[in-house]
């Protein structure tokens, strides 16, 4: 009888030792979802402050726009109100997400969307999916559904075993946000959401893509398809949408290997949706490398001359023309 009453009593003790350990991870997973999103150093977290907004324009991409358009010269010709959008390392599942999540707080009238050659493949981001900045966000349905679609059971982990975000990505948030709220880190990014960077160009990439022989991309389904969701997403909230293809440096064109391929998917996407498609592999500024930081990214200088064609571009094409 008192083995039974002991283990009943083991029992007991672990149990509340269990609940009480529970409480204290939620309880400090609550207070890093508090803090966290309050890091406006992050982009994403500085894109979800922004609410009940209307922008005449807004760009969406990956780094090529990130670092490669220059807000000012845009709303010299077209609009008072426009938005960088666009982030560093992100392919379109991430960018998806970041749209539809913008989009159900603020409101736009055009969208201008950046796109590569890399964005439809795989192999284009050595990290596809930056998944821990969104986990701040999780308990949002956009969100959730989002992260559920592109890492199954692990997304359901993350919501529901309190504090496993914040332990699985502990060097990257969390704590990390915390130390940055305490220095008062700054954005790296302008305030209209533009990094440009003074860097020169970088000859080793180059040459590296020369001595592989090229490269030669692989369709992905999946990529292509959150694109198209990122078309749908506009068309359904009324957004006028211009393409662009991003200028890259002359020389990279004839290295990858499978190029048309993939640029005629976007051809094929645009004459379906009925929104202009830009494209710059002619522009003289693809070759002037003194424009560039590498191959496919351009320098302060090049997104000051191309935000200038850019802008040029799109009211033609909203005009009617080429």
């Not at 991309?217 to 749908?232: D, G, H, K």
Request: glycine share 6%.
């Amino acid at each position: 009888m008192e083995r039974f009453k002991s283990a009943r009593g083991m029992i007991r003790d672990g149990a509340i030792f269990t609940l009480c350990f529970v409480a204290v991870l939620s309880l400090e997973g609550a207070v890093f979802d508090h803090l966290a999103v309050r890091d406006r150093s992050d982009k994403i977290n500085w894109i979800a402050s922004l609410t009940d907004r209307h922008y005449d324009l807004i760009v969406v991409g990956s780094s090529s726009a990130y670092v490669g358009v220059d807000v000012p010269t845009l709303q010299r010709h077209l609009g008072d109100e426009v938005l960088n959008l666009a982030l560093n390392g992100t392919a379109y599942p991430e960018q998806s997400l970041v749209l539809e999540s913008f989009l159900s707080r603020n409101s736009a009238d055009r969208a201008l969307i950046e796109v590569d050659v890399w964005g439809l493949t795989y192999s284009g981001y050595s990290y596809p999916y930056n998944e821990y900045k969104h986990l701040p966000y999780i308990d949002d349905p956009i969100t959730y559904e989002n992260l559920r679609v592109n890492f199954g059971s692990r997304a359901f982990a993350w919501r529901y075993v309190p504090f496993l975000r914040y332990a699985e990505f502990n060097t990257e948030i969390g704590w990390p946000n915390l130390v940055n709220l305490a220095r008062g880190k700054n954005p790296p990014f302008d305030r209209y959401g533009s990094e440009l960077s003074d860097r020169e160009f970088n000859e080793s990439e180059l040459e590296s893509t020369r001595k592989t022989g090229g490269i030669r991309y692989q369709l992905n389904p999946t990529r292509l398809a959150y694109f198209r969701r990122m078309l749908e997403l506009c068309r359904e909230r009324g957004i006028e949408v211009i393409l662009y293809l991003t200028p890259e440096y002359f020389e990279i064109y004839e290295l990858q290997k499978n190029r048309d391929a993939l640029v005629q998917e976007y051809e094929r996407l645009a004459t379906r949706y009925g929104y202009p498609f830009l494209r710059f592999e002619t522009d003289e500024l693809c070759r002037r490398k003194e424009l560039f930081y590498n191959t496919s990214h351009l320098n302060r200088k090049g997104a000051l001359r191309f935000s200038e064609r850019l802008s040029i571009r799109v009211l033609e094409s909203l005009n009617g023309g080429a």
